[in-house]
């Protein structure tokens, strides 16, 4: 938040500079995901990376889908620090981290019904289903604790300590790989492994951050957190409208990816695999472009709490164009070592020979998708989660009609372009959205 202060106008080494940190743990997340598909990819059979694909997918739909725990944070967070209301900061805090338990407890109680409906719905042979299942009975019980970390991503990005919550979230990833690769390669657990280092991984993750952040409130901010005086009727109401905007737009955009793994599976399980280490590579450059959207989360609510439109437009206009060179660069980089990676993720020759079949849309979508992107990031910090919701319902809406359509013609490669569409109708929403921000000034 210095770089703001100590200039009206933000430029794009100043955003790149903030975003530095981002970048380091925006790549951590994916890079679990790669280390988990890899050690399942490398089992020598499809029902291994079929059932973390299918696992893995429902429940990053279902923790995603509250993703409103952190983005709803950014925002009130940030503004908040722009008026230097501390203990409204810690309050909104309190109040996230409530709701996070009540929502962690009402997932649990209903885990036997999601788990009846994944083996309804997936197109699975019987031994991938017991492995889903057997993934699925371990990895719900992290959700308390992804939830409350999300909170606390959420909060320090607020208040721009970008390295603290990328600390967290690089300590978190390499936690969870290492649990998991020790699980699987050296006790044999698979996908029982897999999920039981994310188990682990969170909850030391989410401990140790704990502890770090009630200290920091308490010396930087001078507040000690109390749990009373948080039923505010206005504040509620504000928290539960935000709140439900994004979890609305959440939900929608989790089942999209879901969705790429449900119409995988009605084509085989060879190809469910292949989608699900193609998706690693579209995820890892939504991660890492989503850095320069993380970081300016915070300055477009900061600048929007100092009624400053010359710095909140200098913002949207240098983080677009560094998203987009950004993005032209991970796509050569995909074009020069996509094959190697490959033979690295897996050992199954049919899952090598139909990846390099759709090489083109790992190489396409990161581009085209920037925008949507860092579009998104603006519209959080500016608290604008209408907009936010009605882009993705009609984005998604669109998606899976023109999905049902291409698929029937063109086959896998239907799914993907789909997806490219999908991206662009974002793009094109939210855009159409932005005048709204500017009302703010």
Same mark, same amino acid.
């Given at each position: 938040?210095?770089?703001?202060k100590?200039?009206?106008k933000?430029?794009?080494?100043q955003i790149?500079?903030?975003?530095i940190?981002?970048?380091?743990s925006?790549?951590?997340?994916p890079l679990v995901?790669?280390?988990d598909?890899?050690?399942?990819?490398n089992?020598?059979?499809?029902?291994?990376?079929?059932?973390?694909?299918?696992?893995?997918?429902?429940?990053t739909?279902i923790?995603?889908?509250?993703?409103?725990?952190?983005?709803?944070?950014?925002?009130i967070?940030?503004?908040a620090?722009?008026?230097?209301?501390?203990?409204?900061?810690?309050?909104?805090?309190?109040?996230?981290f409530?709701?996070?338990?009540?929502v962690a407890?009402?997932?649990l109680?209903?885990?036997?019904?999601?788990?009846?409906?994944?083996?309804?719905?997936?197109?699975?042979?019987?031994?991938?289903?017991?492995l889903i299942n057997?993934?699925?009975?371990?990895?719900?019980?992290?959700v308390?604790?992804?939830?409350?970390?999300?909170? *606390? =991503?959420?909060f320090?990005l607020? &208040?721009?300590?970008?390295? $603290?919550?990328s600390?967290?979230? /690089?300590?978190?990833s390499? !936690?969870?790989?290492?649990?998991?690769?020790l699980?699987?390669l050296?006790?044999?657990?698979?996908?029982?492994?897999?999920?039981?280092?994310?188990?682990?991984?969170s909850y030391?993750t989410?401990?140790?951050?704990?502890i770090f952040?009630y200290?920091?409130?308490?010396?930087k901010?001078?507040?000690i957190?109390r749990?009373?005086? *948080? =039923?505010?009727?206005?504040?509620? &109401?504000?928290l539960f409208? $935000?709140?439900?905007?994004i979890? /609305?737009?959440?939900l929608? !955009?989790t089942?999209?990816?879901?969705?790429?793994?449900?119409?995988g599976s009605?084509?085989?399980?060879d190809?469910?695999?292949?989608?699900t280490?193609?998706?690693?590579?579209?995820?890892?450059?939504a991660?890492?472009?989503?850095?320069?959207?993380?970081?300016?989360e915070?300055v477009?609510?900061?600048?929007?709490?100092?009624?400053?439109?010359?710095?909140?437009?200098?913002v949207?206009?240098?983080? $677009?164009?560094?998203?987009f060179?950004?993005?032209v660069?991970?796509s050569?980089f995909?074009?020069?070592?996509?094959?190697?990676?490959?033979y690295?993720i897996?050992?199954?020759?049919?899952?090598?020979?139909?990846?390099f079949?759709?090489?083109?849309w790992?190489?396409?979508?990161?581009?085209?998708?920037?925008?949507?992107?860092?579009?998104?990031?603006?519209?959080i910090?500016?608290?604008?989660t209408?907009e936010?919701?009605n882009?993705?319902i009609v984005?998604?809406?669109g998606?899976?009609?023109?999905?049902?359509l291409?698929?029937?013609?063109?086959?896998?490669?239907?799914i993907?372009?789909s997806l490219l569409?999908?991206?662009?109708f974002?793009a094109a929403?939210?855009?159409?959205?932005f005048k709204?921000?500017?009302?703010?000034?």
């Amino acid at each position: 938040m210095e770089l703001l202060k100590s200039s009206s106008k933000f430029s794009k080494k100043q955003i790149f500079l903030l975003s530095i940190p981002v970048f380091f743990s925006n790549i951590a997340i994916p890079l679990v995901g790669m280390v988990d598909t890899g050690l399942m990819g490398n089992l020598g059979e499809t029902k291994y990376l079929a059932a973390t694909s299918v696992a893995t997918s429902v429940m990053t739909m279902i923790i995603w889908s509250f993703g409103f725990l952190r983005m709803g944070t950014v925002g009130i967070v940030a503004q908040a620090f722009g008026r230097s209301d501390y203990r409204e900061i810690v309050k909104t805090l309190l109040r996230n981290f409530v709701i996070a338990l009540v929502v962690a407890f009402i997932i649990l109680i209903f885990t036997p019904l999601i788990k009846s409906l994944i083996n309804h719905f997936f197109s699975t042979s019987n031994d991938t289903e017991v492995l889903i299942n057997t993934y699925l009975n371990v990895r719900v019980f992290s959700v308390p604790a992804e939830l409350v970390i999300y909170i *606390l =991503i959420g909060f320090y990005l607020g &208040i721009q300590k970008t390295k $603290i919550s990328s600390l967290l979230i /690089i300590i978190m990833s390499i !936690l969870n790989i290492v649990f998991s690769s020790l699980l699987v390669l050296t006790f044999d657990l698979n996908v029982l492994g897999v999920a039981l280092g994310t188990l682990i991984a969170s909850y030391l993750t989410v401990t140790i951050f704990l502890i770090f952040t009630y200290n920091y409130i308490t010396k930087k901010f001078k507040v000690i957190p109390r749990f009373d005086n *948080l =039923i505010i009727k206005s504040k509620i &109401i504000k928290l539960f409208n $935000i709140n439900l905007d994004i979890f /609305i737009r959440t939900l929608f !955009l989790t089942f999209s990816f879901l969705w790429i793994t449900y119409l995988g599976s009605k084509i085989g399980e060879d190809y469910l695999a292949v989608n699900t280490i193609l998706l690693q590579f579209i995820i890892l450059a939504a991660f890492f472009l989503d850095a320069y959207a993380f970081s300016t989360e915070g300055v477009v609510g900061f600048a929007i709490g100092r009624r400053n439109e010359k710095s909140f437009l200098t913002v949207v206009k240098n983080s $677009i164009q560094l998203s987009f060179i950004t993005a032209v660069i991970i796509s050569l980089f995909y074009l020069i070592f996509f094959k190697e990676i490959i033979y690295i993720i897996t050992d199954i020759e049919i899952l090598r020979f139909i990846s390099f079949q759709h090489i083109l849309w790992v190489i396409i979508i990161p581009p085209v998708a920037c925008f949507c992107y860092q579009l998104d990031g603006i519209f959080i910090g500016a608290s604008q989660t209408k907009e936010l919701r009605n882009a993705m319902i009609v984005s998604v809406i669109g998606y899976i009609g023109v999905s049902i359509l291409l698929t029937r013609y063109l086959g896998n490669h239907g799914i993907w372009f789909s997806l490219l569409l999908f991206m662009i109708f974002r793009a094109a929403t939210l855009q159409f959205y932005f005048k709204n921000i500017l009302k703010k000034f």
